[in-house]
């Protein structure tokens, strides 16, 4: 028998979240500076913006360099942003220093034209990076879906309030193609009331099974609509310890209600209801039944008729 402890300590969005403006200002670069009318590329200047060069320039859809990229559609607008090289651009917020009590969420869309291409999405609080993402996108000139999102709660005694705010984007690997860049929007939302939640999961005769190989635990956490995922964990079984022991992943969930799924391969697949009380910690246990041999979501006649085929084999998978 294992107990696996996973404290879920994780993010669940609620819809009841107010509204928040963008900090940023031309966040979709729809305030193009220099454009060729003609070609859709920029002289390298990105109103509001910092460029490091004209690697890091505006374009808009249509003329010759918009059509040569392939792109159909921005995700906002009419323009965009490339960077490429060993460019940069970045942005300090304007009349804003860092606060407490507050969630900063940076998302932005991307996709790349001409050569694979590594870039750094990165929020600061002065020179400190507080979110840092290096991003590549490959394969065909479209935009990546769904776009990037990260953010970072700001909770009182952080040495770092009152830093000046900055985005920054920085191309990682020289000579590495360009990217497309759009829709950069920051916001400072208050932080939701949150509490931990301790799930503790047992798998029936995990420890009769000598070969662990058998693929994954998989927790997805889901909205109260029970279809929404917000976030999936997923831990290898054949990555346990010997003997095995509880291990710990850690997230925060929001107040309010949500499910949890926990699956793994020929274990039956379970859903918790949960209800989450803010600053309240609460354990949520849950046993899957060993013998879902098929993998259909049962354990019924099919899978002993698929034991019984195979009964007395030696290494042979059931």
Request: net charge negative; proline share 5%.
């Given at each position: 028998?294992?107990?696996?402890?996973?404290?879920?300590?994780?993010?669940?969005?609620?819809?009841?979240?107010?509204?928040?403006?963008?900090?940023?200002?031309?966040?979709?670069?729809?305030?193009?500076?220099?454009?060729?009318?003609?070609?859709?590329w920029g002289d390298g200047t990105i109103p509001k913006w910092v460029p490091k060069d004209?690697?890091?320039?505006?374009?808009?859809?249509?003329?010759?360099?918009?059509?040569?990229?392939?792109?159909?559609?921005?995700?906002?607008?009419?323009?965009?942003?490339?960077?490429?090289?060993?460019?940069?651009?970045?942005?300090?917020?304007?009349?804003?220093?860092?606060?407490?009590?507050?969630r900063y969420t940076l998302s932005f869309s991307y996709g790349k034209f001409w050569a694979?291409?590594?870039?750094?999405?990165?929020?600061?609080?002065?020179?400190?990076?507080?979110?840092?993402?290096?991003?590549?996108?490959?394969?065909?000139?479209?935009?990546?879906?769904?776009?990037?999102?990260?953010?970072?709660?700001?909770?009182?005694?952080?040495?770092?309030?009152?830093?000046?705010?900055?985005?920054?984007?920085?191309?990682?690997?020289?000579?590495?193609?360009?990217?497309?860049?759009?829709?950069?929007?920051?916001?400072?939302?208050?932080?939701?009331?949150?509490?931990?939640?301790?799930?503790?999961?047992?798998?029936?005769?995990?420890?009769?099974?000598?070969?662990?190989?058998?693929?994954?635990?998989?927790?997805?956490?889901?909205?109260?609509?029970?279809?929404?995922?917000?976030?999936?964990?997923?831990?290898?079984?054949?990555?346990?310890?010997?003997?095995?022991?509880?291990?710990?992943?850690?997230?925060?969930?929001?107040?309010?209600?949500?499910?949890?799924?926990?699956?793994?391969?020929?274990?039956?697949?379970?859903?918790?209801?949960?209800?989450?009380?803010?600053?309240?910690?609460?354990?949520?246990?849950?046993?899957?039944?060993?013998?879902?041999?098929?993998?259909?979501?049962?354990?019924?006649?099919?899978?002993?008729?698929?034991?019984?085929?195979?009964?007395?084999?030696?290494?042979?998978?059931?």
């Amino acid at each position: 028998m294992l107990k696996i402890s996973l404290l879920i300590v994780g993010l669940l969005l609620v819809s009841s979240m107010l509204f928040a403006a963008n900090l940023l200002e031309n966040g979709s670069f729809e305030d193009p500076g220099g454009i060729d009318p003609n070609t859709g590329w920029g002289d390298g200047t990105i109103p509001k913006w910092v460029p490091k060069d004209a690697f890091a320039a505006c374009f808009e859809m249509g003329g010759t360099s918009g059509n040569y990229f392939g792109i159909t559609a921005m995700p906002d607008g009419v323009k965009g942003v490339t960077i490429g090289y060993e460019s940069d651009f970045y942005q300090i917020i304007k009349d804003h220093t860092l606060q407490a009590g507050k969630r900063y969420t940076l998302s932005f869309s991307y996709g790349k034209f001409w050569a694979d291409h590594e870039f750094k999405a990165e929020l600061l609080a002065g020179d400190t990076p507080i979110i840092s993402q290096n991003l590549t996108k490959t394969g065909d000139y479209e935009w990546l879906s769904p776009p990037y999102s990260g953010y970072i709660d700001i909770k009182a005694g952080n040495s770092l309030i009152g830093s000046a705010v900055t985005v920054k984007f920085t191309s990682v690997v020289a000579g590495s193609g360009y990217a497309f860049i759009d829709n950069v929007v920051l916001e400072a939302t208050d932080i939701p009331p949150q509490a931990n939640v301790n799930l503790n999961i047992t798998l029936d005769d995990l420890d009769k099974i000598v070969d662990r190989n058998l693929g994954s635990i998989n927790v997805e956490i889901l909205a109260a609509d029970k279809t929404t995922v917000v976030e999936t964990i997923t831990t290898s079984l054949n990555t346990l310890p010997e003997p095995p022991e509880a291990f710990v992943i850690s997230r925060l969930l929001n107040a309010g209600d949500c499910f949890i799924k926990v699956s793994a391969p020929k274990w039956l697949t379970k859903i918790a209801p949960v209800t989450v009380v803010a600053d309240v910690d609460q354990d949520v246990n849950i046993n899957l039944l060993n013998g879902d041999i098929n993998g259909d979501g049962k354990i019924n006649v099919s899978d002993y008729n698929r034991l019984k085929s195979n009964w007395f084999k030696v290494n042979d998978t059931l």
